[in-house]
């Protein structure tokens, strides 16, 4: 199983716009992120969150072929993408599954209502909604949804056997810090030094991922606070800064 970042950015992405920072003015190709989201390939390729970057994201990645999306939460930076399925259903003739929990396929269909409708327009992507609340399958692989909070919203982080992907988390509860146990490689929500209401800061999520205990820890949904080889200085062994484009050859026995 491969993980590819295909954004590690906040939801504004970095550089933000006209800001004269050090991060966003930083030649350092790992202070530039897109929006957050993943793809994983093993005998399929689905990615999780269609992100407001979403066919930049598929272009730098030469993908080719998609055959299913997960949705964490409704908010925008997560799903506006969906609109850009376009061109792998045209090419299949398919619908294209979509998988979320009840109240985040709810407002893709508000957002998106023009894909639903009777009248929908030709050229737009056919999608499949399926909604989830507990593990389901696509090809060779079991997802496992984990429940979170990110403020006062619950919404779902992913388990793929030891992989689990947490972004936009401000709280892990009890009973989802048990589904994590065993997780071998985790990527986690870190927006800032500074505490926030609705995501985690540097510090809590250096706090979580020391409790889950992974092997290795990648660091998502950045802002422009966290320059990457300052950061990634002073973090504990184990855990570092994703990038955009990092990509993540799992052992065969995370399957």
């Known amino acids: 199983m491969r993980i590819t970042f295909l954004g590690t950015g906040t ?88 998988y979320g929990s009840n109240e985040t396929l709810k407002e893709v269909r508000t957002t998106f209502r023009y894909l639903f409708s009777g009248k929908r327009y030709p050229g737009t992507p056919t999608l499949m909604l399926h909604a989830i609340d507990s593990p389901f399958q696509i090809g060779n692989l079991r997802f496992e949804p984990i429940p979170l909070l990110h403020g006062r919203l619950p919404i779902f982080g992913y388990r793929v056997g030891c992989f689990a992907f947490l972004t936009d988390v401000s709280k892990i509860p009890e009973e989802s810090y048990k589904k994590l146990q065993g997780v071998r490689y985790l990527a986690l929500d870190a927006l800032r030094d500074q505490p926030h209401f609705s995501h985690f800061s540097l510090n809590e999520s250096i706090e979580a991922a020391e409790r889950i205990g992974a092997d290795q820890t990648y660091l998502i949904h950045m802002c422009h606070n966290l320059d990457h080889e300052t950061t990634n200085k002073k973090l504990p062994d184990k855990i570092s800064l994703a990038y955009d484009g990092l990509i993540w050859e799992l052992r065969q026995e995370c399957n």
């Open 11 to 98: 939801s504004r992405g970095i550089p933000l716009v006209g800001c004269t920072c050090d991060v966003c003015t930083s030649d350092d190709p790992r202070n530039k992120r897109l929006r957050t989201s993943i793809l994983i390939e093993s005998d399929i390729n689905v990615v999780i969150d269609a992100s407001v970057d979403f066919r930049s994201q598929m272009l730098l990645q030469q993908v080719k072929t998609l055959d299913a999306v997960i949705l964490t939460h409704p908010h925008v930076d997560h799903i506006l993408g969906l609109d850009d399925l376009y061109p792998f259903t045209m090419r299949t003739g398919k619908n294209m599954p979509i």
